[in-house]
């Protein structure tokens, strides 16, 4: 059984292999004593600037010869590891079909191999090796495919992001996902990092990895197949449609088409599946220099042995109700186009493994309410995107470029400051006070001005707007029970954050391997007689 040291520090500079000859140290104990220290958890403590530190949890064991005093001494904890039991193996006739090849398809796929099941696992877009092709021509050209792009192909929307693998979730599947992913090509450091990240460019070659496996494993992958129709009987699905001309017979359907597949939620209305409104936010995404947001945080452009900086702020106005706050930051990153429908601009952040853009950029967004929906039924929200993605195309002059604003102009200080952006496929400067409601630009001017305060320097005239940031969430949900499925569907699993259950990679990860236990839970107990 390991014991666990907690808030052992190294300055930013130190490597990690310094670790275990510290932890005999503050032990009391000779180095040959303690073996196989491993680091739990690693994060960055930036409370004394410039005097940066790395703080660690470590797991380790010892000698017997020191075993017993360990195990009396305050600042070490033990815990006895218990290994997971290997998943019961299932056989099934059931057919499954997976909708969806982002985080919550990708580990439904995954936890269903682990049991000896498979799945035909649909997707509208192209495997992520050429769906980066379209996504390039798209950034390069302003030519969008339809089918394949930002939102859309195998990966999901956050294969083009940052790759964060953060959430609130303390869900025990939390490790299960981020172990899959090192075990398929992510950095090893990602199972404990406090913040770890991919990057989209090592996200990629991880989704291939998993797809080789899965085929591997038995499973089917059909690209370039879109859900256009579901076949239901006594009120249990039995079938999918794909391109309106292939239907296949389905007893499991696990819908984890992402946020953006508006036409699944008006496929769904047609068929009479439950859905709900669901508040989400919009709002603009900011670029400042990267070397900026380090001065901000760490008192010094570049550390040593530091990545690059991040930032988290929000701000809430009590009158209103409003609150304006930063999503999606990606530190050393890239602002792009993220449109799936014609005529519509959307931004979106996206770093690589390394972070080493000179720019850093987050989204700065406001909640916004059901009043604030564009007429009723439960697709008013994907009205108020759609209507205000075409507002911001309109101001971009088309060619998908976008509209932006210097940030000291869009708060009327003075110091002029021109729209520098990385941004991609291009923008146009414009006054950016029409491009969202009016309720979004106060509050957003509002939250800026204390973001400035609370991170002094933040608002200068070397940062740019680019607007809109309008997928943050879905503004749709698919209300299930349970079990995992459907109010109105027997058989249909609503998944991840298209279904209105997650917001980013692992809660959807996570969200697509508990529908799997569930699926395998059931098709492992005897069917009752009649």
């Known amino acids: 059984m390991p014991f666990i040291y907690r808030n052992l520090s190294l300055a930013a500079h130190d490597r990690d292999e310094a670790l275990p000859a510290l932890l005999a140290a503050k032990l009391s104990v000779p180095l040959t004593h303690v073996h196989d220290v491993r680091i739990l958890r690693k994060a960055i403590d930036a409370r004394k600037k410039p005097h940066i530190k790395m703080v660690y949890t470590l797991s380790f064991s010892a000698d017997d010869t020191i075993r017993m005093r360990l195990e009396s001494d305050p600042a070490v904890e033990w815990r006895e590891d218990k290994p997971s039991p290997a998943p019961v193996q299932i056989q099934s006739f059931k057919r499954i079909v997976i909708v969806g090849s982002g985080p919550a398809g990708l580990f439904t796929a995954l936890r269903l191999a682990e049991y000896g099941l498979t799945a035909t696992i649909v997707e509208r877009g192209e495997p992520v090796e050429q769906r980066a092709l379209s996504v390039q021509r798209f950034w ?147 670029e400042h220099p990267q070397e900026l947001i380090n001065r901000i945080q760490y008192g010094s452009p570049k550390q040593p042995g530091l990545p690059a900086a991040d930032y988290a702020v929000a701000w809430n106005n009590h009158s209103t109700g ?117 309720f979004i630009i106060d509050t957003l001017r509002e939250g800026i001005a204390d973001f400035g305060r609370k991170l002094k320097g933040f608002v200068t005239a070397e940062a740019t707007l680019v607007g809109i940031e309008s997928r943050t969430s879905s503004p749709v949900r698919i209300p299930r029970d349970s079990n995992f499925e459907s109010i109105g569907v027997k058989g249909l699993y609503p998944a991840g954050e298209g279904a209105g259950y997650a917001g980013g990679i692992m809660s959807s990860a996570v969200d697509g391997a508990r529908i799997a236990d569930t699926i395998a839970e059931r098709l492992r107990q005897p069917v009752p007689p009649g």
């Not at 088409?257 to 439950?274: C, I, K, Q, W």
């Not at 950029?361 to 075409?390: H, I, M």
């Open 322 to 438: 409003r609150s304006a706050y930063s999503f999606c930051m990606c530190p050393g990153g890239v602002v792009v186009g993220g449109a799936s429908e014609e005529g519509g601009v959307v931004t979106n952040g996206m770093s690589g493994q390394l972070r080493n853009s000179p720019y850093a950029n987050s989204a700065l967004v406001v909640n916004v309410r059901e009043e604030d929906f564009d007429g009723l039924g439960p697709l008013a929200g994907v009205r108020l995107q759609r209507k205000w993605e075409q507002r911001a195309y309109e101001l971009g002059g088309g060619g998908y470029r976008a509209p932006a604003q210097s940030l000291l102009d869009f708060l009327r200080l003075p110091g002029k400051g021109a729209a520098r952006t990385s941004y991609r496929p291009g923008i146009c400067e414009t006054e950016l006070d029409s491009v969202l409601p009016s």
């Open 140 to 286: 390069n050209e302003g030519v969008l495919n339809l089918e394949s792009n930002v939102q859309f192909g195998e990966g999901g929307a956050g294969t083009f992001s940052d790759g964060k693998l953060t959430c609130r979730s303390k869900d025990p599947l939390m490790s299960w996902v981020l172990e899959q992913l090192a075990v398929f090509g992510a950095q090893p450091e990602v199972r404990y990092l406090a913040k770890p990240h991919i990057g989209t460019d090592r996200l990629r070659t991880v989704i291939s990895a998993i797809r080789r496996k899965l085929l591997e494993r038995g499973f089917s992958v059909r690209f370039g197949c879109r859900m256009t129709n579901m076949s239901i009987n006594d009120g249990r699905i039995t079938a999918v449609t794909l391109n309106d001309v292939d239907e296949i017979p389905c007893d499991h359907l696990i819908l984890a088409s992402g946020h953006s597949a508006r036409d699944t939620y008006e496929l769904l209305e047609r068929r009479n599946v439950p859905l709900l409104r669901k508040p989400f936010a919009m709002g603009l995404r900011v």
